[in-house]
């Protein structure tokens, strides 16, 4: 048996990785709890978020946080770094995703394709990792890797693994051949990568690896340690690029999905982005020429994330443009045109999840039933209204803090509870037990601790 669970959740703008000793669902001790610290850039951005991306410049290749700031430098010539990639993972027909080439925009060398460029981002997360737990030397001995991912494909998680812990071997193989390199601000040599690659893809093997479906983890960080757990708990998962529902069910230590009331929404953090950033530009009358207001946009997003903060936590925020003060309110945002269709989107897959959740509990003579909200999204106010709010008929669904106490423990010093919600992910996947695997690890793929209740 391994001493340690390591769990990597390469999300759409950030990754991040956690550790727990591998029998702490069981012997839950918080101090022992590892978010490891995977951006190396001091002061830019969270130390423990690593952004998902790549930019492919002239003769380099740029990951994280030197490939947003490039990217940013070269915003009007039409060059962009690959972000969101991870939504790939839903394609219907993967392997023909994966082989397509990179649009012209993300490589005009049209050197890569795009399974090429995801590979690249996994051999410099992978490096990242390596070195955060190096760093970290409580997380040593023998470590049972897993990774979280959405229950994109109905039944069919045992077919998604294979192609993940397929294309973590090779950046595995990739990360042993190009080596500090990947970790390195300048990035990667271009004419190193275009070497490398297939020849790291043909001594791969698969990496022994879990999979753990994203609601499964948050279940798991949400139950953990706590013994007022509810039966059943809805999930809300709002990234940057999709908004993810699931509910789950628990019987004594077994919890499992109910899949029928799994929704998936294309619109998330990066929607809402850009309805700020347009308010804004509404209200930067000055901004006349589609010069001007391509430097405001370019402004707005390198600043969204401060923006966005301030405007969830305080209901509105100030932003100087072009020198001049803009005022936006939450209101503003949320009677936006294009905000109204994705409210409706929203309060139709939330009532979906409680009512899959209040059958399911009717049958098992269940009363305690709660919902979390995790992610980037999790502290918007639509957001946690929406968990608050009263459906229909039947047993309260009671919502539950994102963050839960044992986060504020003074082993943290402070810093895990403010970003918690972003972690929530991998950190549940490091505590969860073997049995809640959905594919790879010593259980079945696809096994699972009980089953859908069934009425008489």
Request: with cysteine; aromatic share 6%.
């Amino acid at each position: 048996m391994s001493d340690w669970t390591l769990c990597v959740d390469f999300g759409t703008a950030y990754s991040k990785a956690a550790a727990a000793p591998t029998l702490a669902w069981s012997r839950f001790d918080p101090a022992l709890v590892r978010p490891l610290q995977l951006n190396p850039h001091e002061g830019s951005g969270n130390a423990f978020l690593l952004d998902s991306a790549v930019f492919v410049d002239d003769a380099r290749i740029l990951f994280g946080r030197p490939a947003i700031a490039r990217a940013d430098e070269l915003a009007g010539s039409k060059r962009a770094a690959l972000k969101s990639f991870k939504t790939l993972l839903s394609a219907d027909d993967l392997e023909r995703a994966l082989n397509s080439k990179a649009p012209l925009s993300i490589d005009p060398h049209r050197a890569f394709r795009m399974r090429d460029l995801i590979v690249l981002y996994l051999a410099y997360l992978l490096a990242a990792v390596e070195k955060a737990r190096g760093l970290d030397t409580m997380v040593s001995g023998r470590i049972a890797r897993r990774y979280a991912a959405p229950a994109w494909r109905e039944g069919d998680s045992a077919t998604l693994h294979s192609f993940v812990v397929r294309l973590f071997g090779e950046a595995e193989a990739l990360r042993a051949r190009l080596g500090g390199a990947l970790l390195s601000d300048a990035g990667v040599a271009m004419s190193e990568a275009v070497s490398a690659l297939p020849k790291a893809m043909a001594e791969a093997q698969p990496l022994e690896m879990g999979l753990i479906h994203e609601a499964t983890a948050a279940a798991a960080y949400t139950s953990i340690g706590l013994d007022d757990s509810g039966s059943h708990l809805i999930v809300v998962d709002m990234g940057a690029g999709t908004t993810d529902f699931a509910a789950l069910a628990r019987i004594g230590e077994g919890m499992f999905e109910l899949s029928e009331a799994r929704a998936t929404l294309n619109q998330a953090g990066d929607f809402i982005d850009r309805i700020i950033a347009n308010r804004a530009l509404d209200a930067a009358s000055w901004a006349k020429t589609t010069a001007q207001k391509t430097a405001l946009w370019g402004d707005l997003m390198r600043g969204m994330r401060d923006i966005k903060a301030t405007l969830f936590d305080e209901g509105r925020v100030s932003i100087r443009l072009g020198g001049r003060l803009v005022v936006i309110a939450q209101r503003d945002i949320e009677r936006a045109k294009d905000f109204q269709p994705f409210a409706k989107d929203l309060q139709a897959a939330y009532e979906h999840c409680v009512t899959i959740v209040r059958g399911d509990a009717l049958v098992r003579h269940q009363t305690t039933l709660e919902a979390v909200a995790v992610g980037g999204g999790a502290s918007a106010p639509f957001i946690k209204s929406l968990i608050a709010s009263k459906v229909g008929r039947g047993p309260r669904i009671m919502p539950r803090p994102a963050t839960p106490d044992w986060a504020f423990a003074e082993e943290f010093r402070g810093n895990l509870a403010p970003v918690f919600p972003q972690l929530a992910i991998a950190i549940g996947g490091a505590l969860a037990p073997e049995s809640m695997l959905a594919a790879g690890g010593v259980s079945p793929a696809g096994a699972r601790s009980g089953s859908r209740a069934k009425r008489g």
